[in-house]
DNA sequence: CTTGGCACTCACTGCGGCCGAGTGCCAGGC
DNA sequence: GCCTGGCACTCGGCCGCAGTGAGTGCCAAG
C-alpha cells in the first residue's frame, strides 16, 4: 500500500518533470495528481524516495527530478503503452509508401521518426550477415582495376574496388563473376565462409588472387564492419532540449558522429517486436550520459534486418517515444521483408 | 594613400575579430598592428569605414565588427592565399589514400574537411550527369519486381527498385540487361536522353514497359534530383562558434539537414580551381545568414564531378579555409579521376 | 501513519552604483 | 589638409545587496 503510493508518487514526479522540465515540488504533486494524501505525506514518500536514490534535488530547496535510477524504475514498472492515435499510424504509413528502393526506404524512416518523436533518429541499414546474395556483379574500371557490386535481397547494394596485380579484362571480369554467383547467389551471406572456403581450388590459378581479395571482401562485410552504414536526422531537435544539454551539445554531437557508437547503441538492439531503453550512463558512453536510448529492431521474424531507434534527453516521454519506434519499425519491417 | 591605409585598417579589424571574437577597438589596433599612426586617425578611418558599411558596431561604446559587405571586400580585395604547410598536405594525403571505394572517399574527405577547417564539411558525391555509365545490371527480386542497378565510371552506384506490371523472371532480365548495356554501356550519361530515344522500337512489346521505366530512371537520375547524394560531419563544430550562434543555432541544423538547400550551396561551386566563397545573406538562405559558405568543385579538367565545402561562422579565417577546401578538393579529383 | 504548522534554506530577481573600454569632437601642430 | 593629443561622454558588464517565494525538514498532535 504504502510501496504503491511511493511509486504513484515517482511516477507523478516523473511525467511532471518530463512536461514541464522544472524540479517538481511536493505541494504541486499532490494538487495535480489527487493521490488523496496532503503535501507534508507526499514529502515523506519523496524523502524515501530520494534516499533510495530515484530522484534527486538540484539544490536545497529546490524540487525533485527523478535520477537515471529513477527513470528506469519508470520505464521499467509504471509506464503502460501509449498507442498512437490513427492518424499518428496513417501518417506512418503514407510516409512510408511512396519509398522506391532502400536508400529511400531508409531515409524517409529516419526522417520521419525524427519528425515524429521531435528526437534524433537513427536508422541502420539492413545487416549483410541477415541477407541473402542476390547476385554479384564484376565490372572492369580499368586496366588493373575493377569493381565488385553484391546486391542482397533485401536491395542493399555493397561495392568494392579492387587492384589487380595482374592485367585484368572484360572476359576475366565475366570469368569471375561467374565464378561468384555460381558459389553465392542464393546463399544467406551468414554461410558464405563456408562456401567461399571450397572456392579457390575449382578456380585458374591466375584469377585466384582476384577471386581472393573478393571473397575476402564478401567475408570482411560480415564481421559487421564499423563502416556498417547508417542514417541520422533530427539533430536540430537536440537544440530543443537545450536547457538540459547546453554545453554538452557539442560532445553529445560529436558521439553522434561516431558510426561505431552508434552501431552499437542502435544495433544491439537485435530482436524484432522488443524496444530497448537505455538511460544515462547504460548507454556506456559517456558524451551521452545525460540522454536516453531508445531503440529497436526490424525485420520480419524474429531476426532483425537492423536497428532503429531514437537519441532524446533524458527527460523524454518514454510511453510515447517507445510507441512511436515499435510503430516505424513495425511498417520499415513490412516494407523490407515483403519483397 | 588614405584608401590604402583604410583598407588595411579593415583588414585588420577582420584578422583581429576572427582571433579574438571580440569588437576591436581604435587602441588596440594601432597598437597590435603597427600602422605607424596614432589612435585617433585609426578613429577616423573607422568612421568612414562605417559610414561606408563596412564595419559596425554591436552597441554605441564598443569596437567595431565586420558586416557581411566587410568581409566581402576582405575576401575579395585583401585576403591573400595562405598556403598550407608541408605537414598539412602530407595530411590530407595519407588520411585519403586508404580510401577502397567512392563511398570511403567521399566520407573520409568529409571527415578530413571538417576535422581540418573546424568547421561543418558537405561533399556531393559525384554527379551523374557527368560520368559515364560502365554497366547495368538487372536483377529479379520477386515475380514482379527487379533491381536495377545503374555503375558509373566514377565508382558511383545507383539502384531502383522497378515494380512491373507483368511476371518477370531472369531470362527477361537477363535480356532487358543486354538491351540497356548495349545502348548505354561507355556513354556520358549526358547522352543518354538521345540513345534511350530510339531503344523502345527495337525491343519486344512485352518488354517495353519494363524497360521504359529503367530509362525512365536513367533519365531522372540526370535531372539533379533533389535526392542527389551528399555526405556531411562536423555538426559538433557549430558549437564552437556557438557565441555567434547561440539560439539561431537550431536553424541552421534544420537548414543543413535540407538536402536541396545544401546541394544549391555546395553544388553551384562548379568550377574547379576556384573556390566560391558566400557571406552572410548571400547564402539566399535565411537560416544561413549568420553563416559563410566555402565550395568548389572537384574532378579532374574544368568540369567538376561534384562540389566540396564548408559551412561555417561568418568569423572565418577566409585565406586559410580557402586553401584547405582548394586542397582538399584538389586531392579528392585526383583520386576519383585517375581511374 | 498522516497532517498542519513553522522555521529555515537558497536560487532568482531587480536595483543602484562603479568601472573602464571605446567613441566623437575639437583645437593645435606639421 | 591631414594627423594628433586631450577631453568629455556613453553605456554594457560587474558587483553587492536585499527582497521574494517555492520548497524543504522537523515536530508535535490527531
Chains 1, 2 share one sequence.
Not at 108 to 115: E, P, T
Request: hydrophobic share 45%.
Amino acid at each position: 500500500m504504502l510501496e504503491d503510493r511511493r511509486l504513484e508518487v515517482l511516477r507523478a514526479i516523473v511525467e511532471d518533470f518530463v512536461l514541464s522540465n522544472e524540479p517538481v515540488g511536493s505541494k504541486a504533486l499532490a494538487e495535480r495528481h489527487n493521490l488523496g494524501v496532503s503535501p507534508a505525506t507526499v514529502r515523506n514518500d519523496m524523502s524515501a524516495l530520494e534516499e533510495e536514490g530515484y530522484i534527486t534535488q538540484p539544490h536545497t530547496s529546490a524540487g525533485r527530478i527523478p535520477t537515471d535510477k529513477g527513470y528506469r524504475l519508470f520505464v521499467d514498472r509504471l509506464s503502460g503503452v501509449k498507442p498512437l492515435s490513427r492518424a499518428e499510424r496513417r501518417a506512418i504509413q503514407s510516409f512510408l509508401e511512396g519509398a522506391v528502393d532502400l536508400d529511400d526506404v531508409v531515409r524517409r524512416s529516419v526522417r520521419l521518426l525524427a519528425q515524429l518523436t521531435r528526437q534524433v533518429a537513427v536508422v541502420q541499414y539492413p545487416s549483410l550477415s541477415s541477407s541473402s546474395v542476390r547476385h554479384i556483379e564484376v565490372v572492369t574500371l580499368g586496366p588493373r582495376r575493377m569493381l565488385m557490386v553484391m546486391i542482397t535481397d533485401t536491395g542493399r547494394v555493397e561495392q568494392r574496388i579492387i587492384d589487380s596485380l595482374t592485367p585484368v579484362d572484360d572476359e576475366i571480369a565475366g570469368e569471375l563473376r561467374a565464378t561468384l554467383n555460381c558459389a553465392l547467389a542464393g546463399q544467406r551471406l551468414a554461410d558464405a565462409p563456408e562456401v567461399v572456403a571450397i572456392l579457390a581450388d575449382q578456380t585458374r590459378p591466375e584469377l585466384r588472387p582476384c577471386l581472393a581479395t573478393m571473397t575476402g571482401v564478401v567475408l570482411e562485410s560480415l564481421a559487421e564492419r564499423p563502416e556498417e552504414r547508417l542514417a541520422m536526422a533530427g539533430t536540430a531537435n537536440l537544440t530543443r532540449a537545450s536547457v538540459d544539454f547546453a554545453d554538452s551539445l557539442r560532445s553529445i554531437l560529436e558521439a553522434l558522429e561516431e558510426q561505431v557508437v552508434l552501431m552499437k547503441l542502435i544495433g544491439s538492439a537485435r530482436e524484432t517486436g522488443t524496444v530497448t531503453v537505455r538511460i544515462g550512463r547504460e548507454t556506456d558512453v559517456d558524451a551521452l550520459r545525460t540522454t536516453a536510448v531508445v531503440a529497436t529492431g526490424y525485420g520480419r521474424g524474429p531476426f532483425a534486418l537492423g536497428g532503429m531507434g531514437v537519441v532524446g534527453p533524458m527527460r523524454m516521454d518514454y510511453p510515447w517515444t517507445m510507441a512511436a519506434v515499435r510503430a516505424v519499425a513495425k511498417y520499415v519491417g513490412e516494407l523490407l521483408g515483403a519483397d
